[in-house]
């Protein structure tokens, strides 16, 4: 196989699992919004967004790629995760 054909399946690969993780998290995140008021959600989302890209700055700045990674797969769930919120 190919290099372009193995990145094309490794690509797909982890796109498709964010996409499944992603899923997840927006159709639960009623559960939270049962403990507490929308407004109050948002608040907290955009605390842990402030935070999480303080560490992925000095996770980019030290070159730690794995943080780096991690990280941006946690905002990419918590963007997903605010989307019912913000609509609600």
Not at 58 to 68: D, G, P, R
């Amino acid at each position: 196989m190919d290099a372009a054909t193995q990145l094309k399946i490794i690509l797909g690969l982890i796109y498709g699992v964010m996409y499944i993780f992603s899923s997840w998290v927006s159709r639960n995140v009623y559960r939270l919004n049962l403990k507490f008021n929308s407004d109050k959600l948002m608040d907290i989302s955009f605390d842990i967004l402030g935070i999480v890209f303080f560490i992925m700055f000095f996770a980019i700045k030290t070159k730690v790629m794995l943080v780096v990674i991690l990280l941006y797969f946690f905002l990419y769930l918590l963007k997903d995760g605010r989307r019912p919120l913000a609509v609600d």
